[in-house]
């Protein structure tokens, strides 16, 4: 086997070995029932990995089956991931009851705008390809990826403000799923202008080792103690969220 060939089998197997050891620490710290959605992401893609190696290996299936198979559990994982958006939002704001049910209102309406927009698109390109699934998947798969930016964007601006560590457990969940879906946009956005297929394994390389990456700071940040709060003073008074719920919340009872 080549030098290519070891790295990519490390980066295929490697990241799941990995996610194996946060399933068990999701269990043993009690945090299955805080972090629901994460935990099903998790074991969803140990079982993925499961099906997909072992179909990989099996002569019997043709390579445009096992693709229909691997694009089918990709659109699974999407979505898992779009639920894991919305739990950590939650979580962000569990202590504002006002600014939670505006965010789940955002999220819902993010949730069928997705839908809309991947059936008009996938309509659209019908004339152009006969791989509807593989249009489907790409477009969840890309909206869902720039809602995860746009989470960590919004932690990065307000973690400060709400006083959310950076210790947190849902920071760094929050941290690992938005470098991920960065750095797939980023390779999904410059694959069309690669110049030859060398470039496009180079660029597929990347996206393993990122993903690879990111199950790490997972472990790490379940493994590390939970630091809830931080001390030191905060960027705005402690009280002026609270104010800004309960304006919310009075809006909201009108």
């Not at 969803?44 to 229909?68: H, K, P, S």
């Not at 990065?156 to 959310?164: E, G």
């Not at 009280?239 to 009075?250: F, I, K, M, S, T």
Request: charged share 15%; net charge positive; with cysteine.
């Amino acid at each position: 086997m080549t030098s290519y060939g070891l790295f990519f089998d490390y980066l295929w197997f490697a990241p799941h070995a990995v996610q194996l050891v946060i399933a068990i620490l999701l269990v043993r710290r009690k945090l299955t029932h805080e972090f629901p959605a994460f935990f099903l992401y998790t074991i969803y893609e140990l079982l993925q990995f499961v099906v997909t190696a072992g179909l990989y290996r099996y002569r019997g299936i043709t390579d445009d089956q096992y693709m229909n198979i691997y694009l089918v559990c990709n659109i699974g994982s999407a979505l898992i991931r779009f639920a894991v958006v919305y739990e950590i939002a939650g979580y962000l704001f569990r202590e504002y009851p006002a600014l939670s049910g505006v965010g789940k209102k955002v999220y819902r309406g993010a949730a069928g705008v997705l839908v809309l927009v991947s059936v008009g698109l996938v309509a659209w390109t019908s004339g152009e390809t006969k791989n509807f699934l593989a249009v489907w998947v790409h477009i969840v798969d890309r909206v869902v990826s720039i809602i995860q930016c746009g989470l960590l964007a919004v932690l990065f601006a307000m973690s400060r403000l709400l006083r959310f560590s950076w210790r947190n457990h849902a920071f760094g969940i929050a941290l690992g799923m938005g470098l991920f879906a960065s750095v797939e946009l980023a390779v999904s956005a410059v694959r069309p202008y690669l110049p030859n297929s060398k470039s496009v394994v180079a660029m597929n390389l990347v996206t393993m080792g990122t993903y690879h990456v990111c199950v790490l700071i997972w472990a790490w940040y379940l493994w590390a103690p939970e630091r809830v709060h931080e001390h030191e003073s905060a960027a705005v008074p402690a009280n002026e969220l609270d104010n800004w719920d309960a304006a919310l919340q009075r809006v909201i009872e009108r």
